[in-house]
């Protein structure tokens, strides 16, 4: 069970927004940065958002990502079909002294 | 273009030992801070630890599931990244990934394409 929970599944229409949750706690996500990473089968993970917001150079803005507490946000918005992968978040936990991910979330395109 | 490139995976007897190796390029691969990653078939990503740059005092940090069993280390000269497991136990199965690490941020930015590591007798 990871530290960082993760909706399993997360769906909606093409052109619709998508919100991926994770959630934490006051020694990780409280006080430490999140990152976000987008994974699509039988391949690496890629950085989608760093520093709670921000994105890397040549990530689309359609992908944004917020915190608020112990608590962080991917939001997807206009939801294309290439936007079907598994999306992780991570931060650094105090306590663990160990960077940990959410379980991972399944982004489907109806 | 920044590329990491892992090798030495395969099939290990549990007890048995391995060698993976992380070659780097288009980075500067001295001042770079690293870190190793695995996912087990159809599970979720974890950290196994990572190595901060000479610059930086080149220590390690692991994991708790592999501390005392893993061990991660570089060769600056060789752009190389290594990460030693002994006493591999089944539940080590798992695709291995190195990273380059926003050592502010601590976040991944660069990932490999992964090597597979079977742990089963």
């Known amino acids: 069970q990871s530290v960082l929970t993760q909706a399993p599944s997360v769906s909606a229409a093409p052109g619709q927004k998508v919100t991926i949750s994770c959630s934490g706690s006051s020694s990780n996500i409280g006080n430490n940065y999140v990152s976000w990473y987008q994974q699509f089968p039988g391949t690496a993970p890629k950085l989608l958002i760093y520093d709670n917001t921000e994105r890397p150079s040549g990530i689309p803005d359609r992908f944004s990502g917020s915190k608020s507490g112990t608590s962080a946000t991917l939001d997807i918005t206009g939801l294309q079909t290439g936007d079907e992968a598994d999306y992780y978040c991570g931060t650094w936990d105090t306590s663990l002294s160990a960077k940990i991910f959410g379980g991972g979330t399944k982004v489907t395109v109806l | 273009e920044a590329q990491l490139v892992e090798s030495g995976g395969g099939l290990v007897k549990p007890g048995g030992s391995l060698r993976l190796s992380c070659a780097a390029s288009g980075v500067i691969f001295s001042n770079a801070w690293m870190s190793w990653v695995r996912q087990a078939p159809g599970k979720g990503l974890e950290w196994i630890g990572r190595?901060?740059?000479?610059?930086?005092?080149?220590?390690?940090d692991h994991a708790a599931p592999v501390k005392g069993r893993f061990t991660i280390s570089r060769d600056d000269s060789k752009n190389t990244l290594y990460l030693q497991m002994n006493s591999l136990k089944t539940e080590d199965t798992a695709v291995y990934y190195c990273t380059t690490v926003l050592r502010m941020y601590d976040a991944f930015d660069i990932w490999g394409q992964g090597t597979m590591v079977t742990v089963s007798s």
């Open positions: 190595i901060k740059s000479k610059s930086n005092g080149g220590t390690t």
